[in-house]
């Protein structure tokens, strides 16, 4: 008796794991940021939060909204807007609209339900995403990451911008923060705090994501990253919220 309900234990088991293995998950030397975050830094894992299917990645339907889209869904249908742009697509099927314009996804969307959540969660692949509406995504086979997102070029006029030339980005310096630019390596300082001048913020040029160089700012062509070495435990939250819109500013030059 106590065989058959040990093996009964390992059969559920297995299946709690089936639908991650049946729909694929993101390999483990595959680094995923979204916006410069590293989404394998999830409480879930980078299985749940951007899972791999066939050589594709997929976001979660409302990661989405982290990217300035709306989404929504219901039944088996999938609708994601920004701007003047639809896309239409449904669960399970390749074939999808773009502003009324049938075109042919290379792998369908999904949705998975793990047994320790209450909904279902809703996939859609990224790549054709970030496309449909010009935006920016890059596969660095090299160094096996997935960028998704970040600062894009600056349309209009560059006012109230300070240029970052080294780095190619400019960004909107707040009251009471002064750079310094060494090279390829720029160094945002809080002035007269403590009476000293101490930074807030490292940028720098590095090669591929790693635990130590992070969050990410943009990808360069070429192979190469912006960095931005955050130092913000020894100012006040008036001070990082300033700091916090300064980052949310970044533009590419």
């Given at each position: 008796?106590?065989?058959?309900f040990?093996?009964?234990?390992t059969?559920?088991f297995?299946l709690l794991l089936?639908p991650?293995?049946?729909?694929?998950a993101a390999?483990?030397?595959?680094?995923?940021?979204l916006?410069g975050m590293d989404?394998?830094g999830?409480q879930y894992?980078?299985?749940v939060?951007a899972?791999i299917?066939?050589?594709r990645?997929f976001?979660i339907?409302?990661?989405?909204?982290?990217l300035?889209?709306e989404?929504s869904?219901?039944?088996?249908?999938?609708?994601?807007?920004?701007?003047?742009?639809?896309?239409?697509?449904t669960l399970?099927q390749?074939?999808?609209l773009?502003?009324?314009e049938?075109?042919t996804?290379?792998?369908?969307?999904f949705k998975?339900?793990?047994?320790w959540?209450?909904e279902?969660?809703?996939?859609?692949?990224?790549?054709f995403?970030?496309?449909?509406?010009?935006k920016?995504?890059?596969?660095?086979?090299?160094n096996r990451?997935v960028i998704?997102?970040?600062p894009?070029?600056?349309?209009g006029?560059?006012e109230?911008?300070?240029?970052?030339?080294?780095?190619?980005?400019?960004?909107?310096?707040?009251?009471?923060f002064?750079l310094?630019?060494?090279?390829?390596v720029?160094?945002i300082r809080?002035?007269?705090h403590?009476?000293?001048n101490p930074p807030i913020v490292i940028?720098?040029?590095g090669?591929a994501?790693?635990?130590d160089?992070?969050?990410?700012?943009s990808y360069?062509?070429?192979g190469?990253?912006?960095f931005?070495?955050?130092?913000?435990s020894?100012?006040?939250?008036?001070t990082?919220?300033a700091y916090?819109e300064?980052?949310?500013?970044?533009?590419l030059?």
């Open positions: 008796m106590m065989k058959k040990a093996s009964l234990c059969v559920a297995a089936i991650v293995l049946a729909h694929g390999a483990p030397d595959v680094k995923i940021y916006n989404l394998g999830s894992g980078p299985e939060v899972p299917r066939d050589g990645t976001l339907l409302e990661q989405l909204e982290k300035g889209y989404v869904s219901e039944g088996d249908a999938i609708e994601v807007k920004a701007g003047e742009t639809t896309v239409a697509m399970e390749t074939t999808c773009v502003n009324g049938e075109q996804l290379e792998v369908a969307p998975l339900r793990y047994h959540a209450q279902d969660f809703v996939y859609v692949p990224i790549r995403i970030q496309e449909s509406f010009g920016f995504i890059h596969w660095d086979g090299e990451v998704i997102g970040g894009e070029a600056l349309e006029e560059s109230g911008y300070t240029s970052l030339d080294s780095l190619g980005i400019q960004l909107k310096l707040p009251e009471g002064v310094e630019e060494l090279g390829e720029a160094v809080v002035k007269n403590g009476g000293e940028f720098r040029v090669g994501p790693t635990d160089l992070r969050p990410l700012v360069r062509e070429g190469t990253y912006i931005a070495e955050e130092q913000l020894d100012f006040d939250e008036a990082r919220e916090r300064m980052m949310k500013s970044i533009k030059k």
